[in-house]
């Protein structure tokens, strides 16, 4: 079993930055991929962003290409996520998630484990 959890949400206005954190326990970190995903009311959770076990692969979806950016340290076990710029659009309830393979890691299915949100508010 992998342990989630989320911190750093909270309320911004457009413009601002936020950084999340995601602190995991239980197996060994370096095992899997990290990936963030978000809901915003009314909603399907979606894909933000994904890291490799190393933190040498990255990807984005396209929508925070440029602005948000992800990143872990193995020997914190810990991976973030840092939004710039943000938007009201940015609005939701942002998740880690822990997954065992790179390969197809923007799909939801690919991950084992889930945090339990943070949530983000942007205003205009």
């Known amino acids: 079993q992998v342990q989630l959890v989320e911190s750093g949400g909270g309320l911004v206005q457009a413009g601002g930055s936020l950084r999340l954190s995601c602190a995991a326990s239980?197996?060994?970190?370096?095992?899997?991929?990290m990936g963030w995903f978000r809901q915003a009311p009314g909603t399907e959770r979606e894909f933000v962003a994904v890291?490799?076990?190393?933190?040498?692969?990255?990807y984005y979806t396209d929508s925070v290409k440029g602005r948000f950016t992800i990143s872990r340290d193995n020997a914190k076990n810990t991976v973030y996520l840092q939004m710039n710029s943000l938007k009201p659009e940015d609005t939701a309830v942002y998740y880690c998630?822990?997954?065992?393979?790179?390969?197809?890691?923007?799909?939801?299915?690919?991950?084992?484990?889930w945090g339990q949100g943070t949530q983000v508010t942007v205003s205009s």
């Open positions: 998630a822990a997954a065992r393979t790179y390969t197809g890691s923007h799909y939801e299915s690919r991950y084992d484990y």
């Open positions: 890291i490799s076990k190393s933190g040498g692969l990255t």
């Open positions: 239980g197996r060994t970190f370096t095992n899997y991929v």
